[in-house]
């Protein structure tokens, strides 16, 4: 209703209501068209998408179409140098109709047409604000002259309020549509004027000071080619990520469905590990590699028998082992998955201990791998504060107290310091039962790590990978 409102000025009728002359202002269609079309055909080759003109040469051609692939997000930042260009160039409602078209005959995507609508209406009133902005400082007139720098005063204030609205309906759309908190409005609004905002703000300007010149639009289209590659680039990093993050949850949700009685510890197994890495100051990219591997470490459950993993009593010497062989089948299922990197060694050694009496290979001290001593640590502590139907979850308290027992025979001390420091800032609360669930009269697995029964560590088989047998419980294991 807002952005229907903001084209308004466009009708016929609109002079005698008073509004201001720069608002009401004669607009150059042809220049709108252009820019709208501009807009409809970046946008969708920056995030990798068909573009209008090649879906319509599909239709003419009779050829089947490609399924759109579109985010199913609210649009936080579409290709914004041709918006931002229309902003300057055109009067407010104008500046708002190029991102129309866009909106309402773009890709498809997920969540259907209304999402679709949401956009272009979301983007519409951005560009609408920024015009405004632009038109209050006297930003045309300084344009047009090329009075540099006394021009980019009016051009940062657009993009201040383009960026402010934009950020603004988007946390507004997730407060409402997903339940956030309404912190996400702040941060939104404070992510929506970042660096790439910047420079595409920039390129922008650029576009509108070209198109002014002797050469026109020409001169423009060349100036968005630098922009638009790299605006692709970065879309196909951002769609390459969210595959890496289907398949990592396509099979955390494989296990879930096996193992229910630990839904939701494969996250929360990756959640502390990355608690403990940033406290560590790890880099960012290992940072999303740990994350990987704490939420893959139990993916070699997939290869034990379901009764073995469900069953609430003790298991005898050979079902243990069966078991304790669930390392083994993770590294082997994942161990093609190129970008797991890192996380491989991580999932294969989780289980083993800084004296050496772990499994599978028996590794002792720094030659545990670093993922592996953190998830370590991360898992044996989600196991003791979470409640199951066999027993209750420990308090944070004595899960930590737990931890810090163990540390230097199980854990690795670093680690363990590591994610006390970081539970003193990031609040953690015990897993709880869903409602209706009754935990079952029986004891409290004590928390302390009953001494092997088998001191012999396993050696490594031929080929790299360890052999099967030679294990020792684990705290925090059910």
């Known amino acids: 209703m807002a952005a229907v409102c903001c084209l ?33 055909c970046w946008e969708s080759l920056a995030q990798g998408l068909p573009t209008p003109c090649l879906r319509l040469v599909r239709t003419l051609l009779r050829r089947p179409p490609v399924p759109d692939r579109a985010p199913a997000r609210p649009c936080a930042n579409a290709f914004f140098p041709v918006l931002f260009a229309g902003a300057l160039m055109l009067p407010p409602s104008a500046a708002a109709l190029v991102a129309v078209p866009a909106g ?6 997920a969540h259907g047409r209304p999402r679709q609508v949401w956009n272009g209406a979301q983007l519409a009133l951005s560009a609408f604000a920024a ?45 409402l549509a997903e339940g956030r908190r309404p912190i996400v ?54 769609r390459e990520r969210a595959a890496h993050q289907a398949t ?8 879930e469905i096996k193992d229910s009685y630990t839904r939701g510890h494969s996250e929360r197994v990756g959640r502390a590990s990355v608690l403990i890495a940033r406290q560590l100051g790890m880099e960012a990219d290992r ?46 299922l994942v161990r093609g998955i190129a970008f797991l990197g890192e996380a491989h060694d991580g999932i294969l050694h989780h289980h083993e201990r800084m004296d050496g009496r772990g499994y599978p290979s028996g590794l002792a001290g720094e030659r545990i791998p670093e993922f592996a001593r953190i998830i370590s640590v991360a898992d044996a502590f989600d196991s003791m504060t979470s409640t199951r139907s066999y027993r209750r979850g420990r308090p ?42 009754c935990i079952r009269a029986v004891p409290d697995i004590p928390l302390g790590v009953p001494e092997p029964v088998r001191p012999a560590p396993v050696l490594p088989a031929p080929g790299g990978l360890p052999a099967q047998g030679g294990t020792v419980p684990t705290a925090g294991q059910p």
């Open 8 to 40: 308004l000025p466009l009708l016929p009728a609109s002079g005698p209501l008073g509004l201001p002359r720069w608002l009401g202002a004669s607009v150059d269609w042809p220049k709108v068209g252009l820019l709208a079309c501009l807009h409809g």
């Open 104 to 109: 309402l005959f773009g890709p498809t995507e």
């Open 131 to 175: 015009s405004v902005a632009f038109h209050l400082l006297a930003g045309p007139q300084l344009l047009l002259g090329s009075r540099f720098p006394a021009a980019l005063l009016p051009g940062l204030a657009a993009v201040t309020a383009f960026c402010l609205v934009n950020g603004v309906l988007v946390g507004g759309m997730l407060v």
């Open 185 to 238: 409005l702040l941060r939104r609004s404070a992510a929506a004027a970042g660096l790439p905002v910047l420079v595409h703000a920039a390129g922008g300007l650029m576009v509108a000071v070209l198109w002014q010149g002797p050469y026109g639009a020409f001169a423009a289209l060349l100036a968005l080619l630098p922009l638009s590659i790299s605006a692709w680039v970065f879309a196909q990093g951002h």
């Open 248 to 255: 990592v949850q396509a099979l955390v949700q494989a296990v």
């Open 287 to 332: 940072l999303r590699t740990l994350r990987f591997a704490g939420i893959l470490h139990d993916v070699g459950k997939l290869g034990v028998a379901t009764e073995l993993l469900r069953r609430n009593g003790p298991l005898s010497e050979a079902e243990r082992r069966a078991v304790e062989i669930h390392p083994v089948h993770g590294y082997e």
């Open 396 to 437: 944070v308290t004595e899960a930590v107290a737990e931890l810090e027992r163990c540390a230097g025979s199980q854990f690795d001390p670093v680690m363990v310091r590591a994610l006390i420091d970081a539970l003193a800032v990031h609040d953690w609360q015990p897993v709880l039962p869903p409602p209706g669930d």
